[in-house]
């Protein structure tokens, strides 16, 4: 496994655990009815699947090579 490869891997699995930290703020966000908090989570939703869609292309791209 080279060093590409292996960077692809972690920033999906870093993209996947703040996709879990994001989840799990939306519903206290939700029951709080807190729309600050809310807003937040939304974005930080948007950010982990940014992260992994770039993970994703990057070992797509990876593998192309």
Known sequence: MNIK???GFLGLAGAVAGAVGAFSGFKAARAKKDKLALAN?????AVAVTG???A???LRKDELA
């Open 41 to 45: 989570a939304i974005a930080s939703i």
């Open 5 to 7: 490869k292996a960077r």
């Open 56 to 58: 994703v292309r990057a």
């Open 52 to 54: 992994a869609a770039l």
